[in-house]
T-cell receptor, first 112, second 113 residues
Framework: GQQLNQSPQSMFIQEGEDVSMNCTSS?????WLWYKQEPGEGPVLLIA?????ELTSNGRLTAQFGITRKDSFLNISASIPSDVGIYFC????????????FGEGTQLTVNP | DVKVTQSSRYLVKRTGEKVFLECVQD?????MFWYRQDPGLGLRLIYF???????EKGDIPEGYSVSREKKERFSLILESASTNQTSMYLC????????????FGSGTRLTVV
C-alpha cells in the first residue's frame, strides 16, 4: 500500500514565488524521483536522485535526497504560470526491483 | 524517446461490461505497469509485467486482470466493470539499466455508468 506521505496536498501561489514540497516515509528508499503531471497528460520525469544527500537541479527546479534516505524535497524557484500541475514524488526500495511507490501528489496553482 | 500509447483518452462503459484498456510502447522495454489515479490517493499500482506472459499483482489488483502476449503491448482488463472503477488509468514502461524513471502514457479516463 501507499508508504509515501507527500505534502502539501495543494498550493496556491503568486507568480514569482518560490515553492517547496516534500515526501517522507518510514521506510528507506534507494532512489527518489520527482514527476510533474500537466492536465490531460501522464506524469513526466523531472529529476532522479540516487545518493543520500544528493542535490540535483533542472532549471528552476532543485531536488534533494534526504540524508536519512527516508525523505526527499523539491523546490521550484520564481514560479511561472506553466508550473501549474500535479507534482508526484516516487521512491524505489533496494528490494523492489523496478517497482516504484508514489506519493499522493501536490496540486500546484500559480496565479499570474 | 520512448513513446507509450494508450488506445483511448476517454471511455464510457456500462456496469457489468468487460472493458479492455490497451497500452503499446515502441522501445522494447521489459517492464510495463498499470496504475489508477484518483484525487488524494496518488498513483496506485494495479498490475505489472517484467516480461512477455509474466505478470505480478500490484497493490489493488481486485477486479482487474492483465495480458501481455507481446513485449510491446500490455492490456488491462476489467472483467465486469463497476462504478467504483471510474478513474484515470495510466500505463507506464521502464527498460533495464539506466535510471529507474518510468515513461507514462497520456492516460485513459474511464467512466462506468
Amino acid at each position: 500500500g501507499q508508504q509515501l506521505n507527500q505534502s502539501p496536498q495543494s498550493m496556491f501561489i503568486q507568480e514569482g514565488e518560490d515553492v517547496s514540497m516534500n515526501c517522507t516515509s518510514s521506510s528507506i528508499f534507494n532512489t527518489w524521483l520527482w514527476y510533474k503531471q500537466e492536465p490531460g497528460e501522464g506524469p513526466v520525469l523531472l529529476i532522479a536522485l540516487y545518493k543520500a544527500g544528493e542535490l540535483t537541479s533542472n532549471g528552476r527546479l532543485t531536488a534533494q535526497f534526504g540524508i536519512t534516505r527516508k525523505d526527499s524535497f523539491l523546490n521550484i524557484s520564481a514560479s511561472i504560470p506553466s508550473d501549474v500541475g500535479i507534482y508526484f514524488c516516487a521512491g524505489r526500495k533496494e528490494t523492489s526491483g523496478s517497482r516504484l511507490t508514489f506519493g499522493e501528489g501536490t496540486q500546484l496553482t500559480v496565479n499570474p | 524517446d520512448v513513446k507509450v500509447t494508450q488506445s483511448s483518452r476517454y471511455l464510457v462503459k456500462r456496469t457489468g461490461e468487460k472493458v479492455f484498456l490497451e497500452c503499446v510502447q515502441d522501445m522494447d522495454h521489459e517492464n510495463m505497469f498499470w496504475y489508477r489515479q484518483d484525487p488524494g490517493l496518488g498513483l496506485r499500482l494495479i498490475y505489472f509485467s517484467y516480461d512477455v506472459k509474466m505478470k505480478e499483482k500490484g497493490d489493488i489488483p481486485e477486479g482487474y486482470s492483465v495480458s501481455r502476449e507481446k513485449k510491446e503491448r500490455f492490456s488491462l482488463i476489467l472483467e465486469s466493470a463497476s462504478t467504483n472503477q471510474t478513474s484515470m488509468y495510466l500505463c507506464a514502461t521502464r527498460g533495464t539499466g539506466g535510471h529507474y524513471g518510468y515513461t507514462f502514457g497520456s492516460g485513459t479516463r474511464l467512466t462506468v455508468v
